[in-house]
């Protein structure tokens, strides 16, 4: 059983930055690739980035490529989603997710599926500002 918790969302202006964390409970963070998505009021959840297990290989969407990173510590079983130069469409709720089929994606596009993941964050709503 993996517990995933998400933090660090708030209110902010656009070109602010925020960090989302995500502390994991469990075994088996370590060998979990994790992502990052986020959903839209009226919107399907959309997949925003995604790192392996080791933290060496990342991914991410068009839309945030350049702005975000994601990263991991796993002494502190933790993933974070670095958010710089935010704009008003980044306005969503953001879930973090934990793979227990995968430690990493040998085609990036399979960790872009909500299905490649197996336990889910309660989430954390970003709001960014005109």
């Known amino acids: 059983q993996v517990q995933l918790v998400e933090s660090g969302g708030g209110l902010v202006q656009a070109g602010a930055s925020l960090r989302l964390s995500c502390a994991a409970s469990g075994r088996t963070f370590s060998s979990s690739a994790m992502g990052w998505f986020r959903q839209a009021p009226g919107k399907e959840r959309e997949f925003v980035a995604h790192?392996?297990?080791?933290?060496?290989?990342?991914y991410y969407a068009d839309s945030v490529k350049g702005r975000f990173t994601i990263s991991r510590d796993n002494a502190k079983n933790t993933v974070y989603l670095q958010m710089n130069s935010l704009k008003p469409e980044d306005t969503a709720v953001y879930y973090c997710?934990?793979?227990?089929?995968?430690?990493?994606?040998?085609?990036?596009?399979?960790?872009?599926?909500?299905?490649?993941?197996?336990?889910w964050g309660q989430g954390t709503q970003v709001t960014v500002s005109s």
């Open positions: 997710a934990a793979s227990l089929k995968y430690s990493w994606f040998f085609r990036q596009s399979m960790g872009v599926s909500v299905d490649a993941y197996d336990y």
């Open positions: 790192i392996s297990s080791t933290g060496r290989s990342t």
